[in-house]
């Protein structure tokens, strides 16, 4: 309100404020430029396969063990604007993969290895599409019912 305010509405703030003793000049100050520094992010999104992303993140193994073998999976490097679920290592980035499993549901998996690998790995050529996940991985293992699952009973796979 303080930047959109009327004339009469910052009056009435001013008011309030100097009732209560509250120190508002720092709203009175040109706010902060934006950092110079850019962020630095891989241009594109990268299919691969479950293979690829077991050897990448070996701690979403549940999940990619139930990703359909036949099929390429996308993977994209987290922005910027995005929340991030590890503490910040250097050289380690975190990554949404659309995952296809192997009943045709498609989840959003996190996951996080090293930049490197993902810079390494070649692009796609044309465009993806993004697709609207059917639900996030932390509610697909929710409804995962371990004992009746075939493929976690096969510990080879």
């Known amino acids: 309100m ?6 009469e509405q910052l009056a009435w703030l001013v008011a309030q404020f100097e009732a209560l003793g509250y120190d508002y ?13 850019p962020v630095r992010r891989s241009p594109s999104p ?3 396969d479950a293979k690829t992303l077991l050897r990448l993140d070996p701690t979403a193994a549940l999940e990619i ?8 999976h996308v993977l994209i ?3 910027p604007d995005e929340a991030r679920l590890h503490p910040v290592e250097p050289g380690m980035s975190e990554f949404n993969c659309l995952l296809r499993m ?19 790995s070649p692009a796609r050529r044309r465009a993806l599409r993004w697709t609207t996940p059917d639900r996030d991985a932390r509610l697909w293992k929710q409804d995962h019912e ?12």
């Open 2 to 7: 303080w930047e959109t305010g009327s004339a």
């Open 65 to 72: 063990r139930h990703a359909d073998p036949g099929t390429v």
């Open 146 to 157: 371990d004992g009746r699952c075939v493929i976690c009973a096969d510990e080879t796979r």
């Open 25 to 37: 000049s720092y709203l009175e100050q040109p706010p902060s430029p934006a950092p110079k520094k």
């Open 102 to 120: 192997i009943d045709g549901e498609v989840i959003i998996v996190h996951l996080r290895f090293a930049t490197a690998s993902f810079d390494t």
């Open 77 to 79: 490097p987290r922005g």
């Open 46 to 48: 990268k299919t691969v």
